[in-house]
């Protein structure tokens, strides 16, 4: 459904990522790649967003480099600049989704995606809402009690990347900002979302996730 483009970074360099599109009268959603890359599960979750009517775009943060390997995958997110992925390449989505939409842009993303989704939050202007799935991001790069826009969390309760005490610090870090989130905790694994990884998919889960993300998003795109 969705083809691969180039968009214009704040700095005047160009991104590339995979565009699914729903129509120009149609809000947008970035969507930020687990630490495989800009693989096929997560441009056929752009193209599930297109389908569900919303312009889709999931930039390309490792510059082509995709791998089914954890370790290959550790180095990649290991070597990725953080703070030039939110405020250039992510920064640089939502723009472009602003300009091809008539419509208010999302960030969504899961596990590196998810804690980018957060820096995003903190740090990007523009946005209207977030949706994490099982990330968090240091601290001190971008701390959840500085997030002022609608936030939903989806996490796993037998997670020990995101552990159930991280996600009670987010809640209550967001909370004691005064801005509550809207969390939801699984009977599941990390990476729950993932039809790929058949060791931790959970359909059952994941599919309740996504119907509770789609109604946070109509609720704040509209």
């Excluded at 058949?198 to 509770?212: F, G, T």
Aim: some cysteine; charged content about 20%; hydrophobic content about 45%.
């Amino acid at each position: 459904m969705g083809h691969m483009i180039e968009f214009k970074r704040p700095d005047a360099s160009t991104c590339r990522g995979y565009l699914a599109g729903a129509g120009k009268d149609k809000p947008g959603v970035v969507v930020i790649q687990e630490w495989w890359g800009l693989n096929d599960q997560i441009c056929g979750v752009a193209d599930r967003f297109a389908r569900a009517g919303y312009n889709a775009l999931a930039p390309d943060l490792f510059q082509g480099r995709v791998t089914q390997e954890p370790d290959e995958a550790s180095h990649l997110m290991s070597g990725l600049d953080f703070p030039g992925a939110t405020h250039q390449d992510i920064r640089g989505a939502i723009d472009h989704l602003r300009g091809v939409s008539s419509g208010k842009v999302a960030a969504m993303g899961f596990c590196m995606g998810g804690a980018l989704s957060i820096a995003a939050a903190v740090h990007v202007p523009n946005l209207a809402a977030v949706v994490c799935f099982y990330g968090l991001p240091p601290q001190e790069f971008a701390d959840p009690a500085n997030i002022r826009i609608p936030f939903q969390g989806h996490f796993a309760k037998r997670d020990d990347w995101v552990t159930p005490a991280a996600v009670d610090a987010l809640e209550s870090a967001m909370r004691g900002s005064g801005n509550p989130p809207e969390l939801y905790r699984y009977d599941a694994d990390h990476a729950f979302f993932n039809e790929r990884r058949a060791d931790v998919y959970a359909a059952d889960n994941a599919n309740l996730a996504w119907e509770r993300m789609l109604a946070f998003l109509a609720r704040q795109l509209s």
